[in-house]
């Protein structure tokens, strides 16, 4: 069993920053894909950013040039520098790992951007 614990959420104004972490429990975790996901008010889950165990990433068009996804391993942490942030960035943002069939969700981080 993996448990996953998001922190760095907050309040920030327009253009500021703000960086993700989510400590995960459990072995072999650098063999997994990890990633972030989030959920505007009234609008489905959507992919943020993933890193896989090679560390290769995946960006969504909307958050490319100001988001930036990092692993460390050692520490079963994934983190997520988001930078530029905009209104349209508010949501609840979920850390998510995958290695096959088995996928795991954290509980959620409120991101609010607002002046």
């Known amino acids: 069993q993996v448990q996953l614990v998001e922190s760095g959420g907050g309040l920030v104004q327009p253009g500021g920053s703000l960086r993700l972490s989510c400590a995960a429990s459990g072995s072999l975790l650098r063999t997994y894909v990890m990633g972030w996901y989030r959920q505007a008010p009234g609008k489905q889950r959507e992919l943020v950013a993933t890193i896989t165990s090679g560390d290769s990433t995946n960006y969504a068009d909307s958050v490319k040039g100001r988001f930036t996804i990092s692993r460390d391993n050692a520490k079963n942490t994934v983190y997520l520098q988001m930078n530029t942030l905009k209104p349209e960035d508010t949501a609840v943002y979920y850390c998510?790992?995958?290695?096959?069939?088995?996928?795991?969700w954290g509980q959620g981080t409120q991101v609010t951007v607002s002046s």
């Open positions: 998510r790992v995958a290695r096959g069939m088995l996928i795991y």
